[in-house]
């Protein structure tokens, strides 16, 4: 049995025993060595936490840290391009238990990220950081950041905020109702089977349900798109709710359809949408 099995919270000052520049290719494989940091490098309780408790008079639930791994929100090529000097903003960074396993926990130079959340909320955890931290509203004017970032995170952030500005009381009777007509009939246009009119109302009526709060998650999108670096990448993890990115694609193309340069938009567990390089004359 190795001293890690035997003593898996081993202190902070114990020697590393893994190399947070070695990143496995495969995301199990990343899982897995985050889920070996977090026992080596921090206290118990310290980093991995499942709503854990809440943090504002709002209520806002902090995430399972691991959970951003899980999802693909965090892979190796975004650690690698932390390590490797880009920049980043984490928007609705909470108490930042993610930014912090990412600093402390993969090596990576804590004036890279930002954290930013509102006024009020940001934690104390937060404040205590070494990372630059800035307060403002996301549905708001953003702040003039003297550089853009390479990278824009949304940690399970966005869609609580999306939900808020669209007015929609309570997110649960949208998440109950929304998706499964929508289901049906992706399903039974792909079987090719007849759609009844019952079929089509049902699935209007939950669209149009959902489009308030897409419009909202677009404008600030729009904000980030201003701080974002040519070759950047904003990245939205929302897997806290469950439509977060379910069929948001073909909405969040049509909203940039006109950007220029395109944007590459992909949203799978989590959304990703890339500026890129612009083209050498
Ligand atoms: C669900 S919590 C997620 C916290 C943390 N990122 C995590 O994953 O545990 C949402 C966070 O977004 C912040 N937030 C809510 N509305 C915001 C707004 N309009 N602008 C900036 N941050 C906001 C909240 O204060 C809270 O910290």
């Not at 099995?5 to 000052?13: E, K, L």
């Not at 984490?90 to 993610?98: I, N, P, Q, R, T």
């Not at 009381?169 to 079987?191: A, G, M």
């Not at 308030?212 to 990245?235: M, Q």
Request: charged residues 25%; aromatic residues 10%.
């Amino acid at each position: 049995m190795g001293v890690q099995d035997q003593y898996p919270h081993v202190g902070r000052d114990m020697p590393s025993v893994y190399d947070a520049h070695h990143l496995p290719h495969d995301q199990a494989e990343l899982i897995r060595l985050a889920e070996r940091i977090i026992a080596e490098k921090f206290a118990p309780g310290e980093i991995s936490r499942v709503d854990r408790r809440t943090n504002t008079e709002e209520g806002y639930t902090f995430f399972d840290t691991l959970g951003f791994f899980k999802s693909g929100f965090i892979t190796a090529d975004v650690i690698k391009r932390l390590q490797s000097g880009a920049t980043a903003l984490s928007v609705g960074v909470g108490d930042a238990h993610l930014e912090k396993l990412l600093v402390e926990g993969f090596d990576i130079n804590s004036s890279h990220i930002m954290l930013a959340d509102r006024a009020d909320y940001m934690t104390t955890e937060a404040k205590y950081s070494t990372s630059p931290q800035v307060t403002f509203d996301m549905t708001e004017e953003w702040p003039d950041f003297e550089q853009p970032f390479s990278l824009i995170l949304f940690p399970e952030s966005l869609e609580v905020v999306a939900f808020d500005q669209a007015k929609i009381k309570s997110p649960k009777s949208v998440w109950d109702t929304v998706p499964e007509p929508i289901k049906q009939i992706r399903e039974k246009l792909e079987e090719e089977k007849p759609i009844s009119q019952e079929e089509v109302a049902a699935y209007l009526a939950a669209t149009d349900k959902v489009k308030p709060f897409l419009r909202e998650k677009v404008a600030v999108i729009k904000r980030a798109l201003g701080c974002l670096a040519d070759s950047g990448e904003i990245r939205i993890s929302d897997t806290g709710m469950p439509f977060g990115t379910f069929d948001t694609l073909p909405y969040l193309r049509a909203a940039f359809y006109e950007h220029e340069p395109p944007l590459e938009i992909s949203a799978n567990t989590i959304v990703s949408i890339k500026k890129p390089s612009p083209k050498k004359s």
